[in-house]
């Protein structure tokens, strides 16, 4: 009866075990994957939904015409414009066409004889 009540056991205890491995297996395997994605970056992790979302996202950010332009200071007040509602010619740049005429007329009349 000793004998067969431990082969009992056992059994139980190679059941209990086996379940213990599949557990640890299912364990490992999602300690696995866990560990390939963040050695192999997210891209594998990231479906295809989520690589268009990114490439969305790679768009959007660094678009051209959100980005701050560039101030210059009017060559005859001094004033700060946006570049492109500026005047810009070869003596430099003025805030206003009016501006720059001005800034014409003194020229000529300084350089003027
Ligand atoms: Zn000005």
Redesign the pocket.
Known sequence: MASAAGVGVFKLILVFFLVLILIGLGVLGLILRGLLSLLFGRRNETGDGQGTDGRFRFGRAPSPDKLPERMLA??????H?PESE?VRTADGF???E??RR?HDKNKAEAVGP
Do not use: M
């Not at 009017?74 to 004033?79: A, F, K, S």
């Open positions: 009017c060559g005859l007040c001094g004033v414009v500026g003025f805030c206003c009016e501006h001005a």
